[in-house]
């Protein structure tokens, strides 16, 4: 009985870090860019990864997702702050890794 309880509870557990607070950023940066400047640094590093962004934007901000046919989209949100902007990370791929980052994480952090 006592191995059946530790395989659900760790199963229980890989699930809750697959579906855990998707409205929460995955990593938040600061940037001395201006929100169009951190765009037109990032966006060329996901298309050199194969990822395929649209890109939306407003006055204060530029949003930029990258769809996914498995999980979520990933999201990044970067906004016009004091003196640069402030950038919200959205990694939502299935199998998250808290070793490495992914290629859309690193390009976030490429141009901050």
């Given at each position: 009985m006592r191995p059946l309880f530790v395989t659900v509870l760790?199963?229980?557990?890989?699930?809750a870090g697959c579906a855990s607070a998707p409205n929460d950023p995955t990593l938040t940066l600061q940037t001395h860019k201006?929100?169009?400047?951190f765009a037109d640094c990032v966006i060329p590093?996901?298309?050199?990864?194969?990822l395929n962004p649209t890109v939306s934007q407003t006055q204060r901000s530029y949003?930029?997702?990258?769809?996914s046919k498995v999980s979520a989209d990933n999201v990044?949100?970067?906004y016009k702050a004091g003196n640069g902007g402030k950038v919200f990370v959205?990694?939502?791929?299935l199998l998250a890794s808290n070793f490495l980052p992914?290629?859309?994480?690193r390009?976030?952090?490429e141009c901050i």
């Open positions: 760790a199963f229980a557990s890989l699930l201006t929100p169009a400047q590093k996901l298309q050199g990864s194969a949003r930029i997702v990258v769809p990044l949100e970067a959205y990694d939502r791929h992914s290629s859309f994480e390009a976030a952090q």
